[in-house]
């Protein structure tokens, strides 16, 4: 049933491979299935990224944390979400979790999808230049390449759920041509336990999923229908996947977009890059007729996935909040 558990399933993705039996990846299909209908959220191993690659970023992302700051705020967030985001400027008020009121104790680096210049959509909204260290440029190379990597991971997922979901495997696909890509290199500071304070204030995902690698401090707690915050501490060699609200709303409310939150109570600093794999901008996300049983309907109104992500950041965003 929806929203009751008390534990995230390790599901292993290692038989999406072209070359595994039609019978291991329908098992897989159903595992992943099962997972993101309950609580949203799984534990995925056997996910065929580099894990050198990821210890490479988590190396980068403590490397870039540990800049001056002068050198990271003359990298600040630009107008197309790409740069240095300081502690304390966004506070999550569309979150329909909770009432948040503390900026969230955190600082990031937000990496996007690469444009290049001479890209006919350079200069529209979220398609611009990105921000990196020229002092450090193994934090550029290091993003990139496993950005790529990560959207191999996005669309083998992708895949699967379109299966999950009785439709052809490639039907997403047409949908993440020019797919919207962000890799947020956040950190978090120890801190103190106190009312109404996160490193991220209870909200759900805005995209379509997020693939979150985090180091082996722990803070990361789901919360269940009964309003439990039960902890997804880290487990070595997996990312944690959860469904964000636009999957969910494309899905027809089947998978579940499911409250978190990060509470870095450990006295140590906490390091985390979640990748969100999300549609193109000009995708227009519609639920599949394909998909619905005999008397369902759409709960959704068809959307320009640019619109809808357009609306929730101006909302969130402190540097976009003059703008908009
Ligand atoms: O850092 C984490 O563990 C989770 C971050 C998160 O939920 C987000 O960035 O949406
Ligand atoms: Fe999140």
Known sequence: MKGEFDNIPIVDLSALVASATPEAR?????????????????????????????EKMRQMNMAFHDLPMEEKMALKINEFHRGYMPMSSSTIVTSSVAKVTKPNRSESLMVMHDVPEDASYAGEPMHGPNQFPASLPEVEETALAYMREMTGLGERIAEALAEALGLERDWFAKYFDTPTLF????????????????????HTDYGFITLLKQDNVGGLEVRNKRGDWIPAPPIEGTFV???????????????????????????????????????SMRALVECPEAMLEAGETAQMEPVLYGDYLLERLNK????RKKAS
């Open 241 to 279: 996947m959860n469904v964000g609200d636009i999957l969910s709303k494309w899905s027809n409310g089947r998978f579940v977009s499911t409250p978190h939150r990060v509470r870095n109570l450990s006295r140590k600093d906490r390091y985390s890059q979640p990748f969100f794999y999300d549609p």
């Open 183 to 202: 890799l947020r290199l956040l950190h978090y500071p120890e801190q103190p336990d106190e009312e109404e304070l996160f490193g991220s204030a209870p």
């Open 26 to 54: 329908a098992e897989t299909v159903a595992a992943l299935k099962s997972a993101l209908e309950t609580s949203g959220f799984a534990y995925l191993s056997g996910h065929g990224v580099s894990e050198d690659l990821v």
């Open 316 to 319: 969130n965003y402190d540097y």
